[in-house]
C-alpha cells in the first residue's frame, strides 16, 4: 500500500491504517515514516486536524 500522499487518505481509514503499522510492523513513528516515506510533518497535520495525536508511549496515534 502506498502511504506517501497521506492526504489523499478519509483522515479515520488514515487512523487505522497507520496505527495498524505502528501496532505490527513499526516500532517508532520515526521507523514508520522511513518505511513508508511519509511526509511526517504531512501526516501530523492531517491527524491534528481531527483530534488525534502521536503517543510514543503506546506507539499509537489516540
Known amino acids: 500500500m502506498d502511504l506517501s500522499n497521506v492526504q ?3 483522515t ?5 491504517i497507520i496505527n ?7 516500532h517508532s513513528l520515526d521507523d514508520l515514516v522511513m ?8 501526516l501530523e497535520q492531517k491527524l491534528e486536524a481531527a483530534g488525534f495525536q502521536y ?8
Open 12 to 16: 479515520h481509514i488514515l487512523l487505522g
Open 8 to 10: 489523499r487518505f478519509d
Open 35 to 42: 518505511t513508508y516515506e511519509i511526509d511526517q510533518s504531512h
Open 55 to 62: 503517543d510514543p508511549l503506546t506507539n499509537q496515534f489516540r
Open 20 to 26: 495498524e503499522k505502528l501496532r505490527l510492523e513499526c
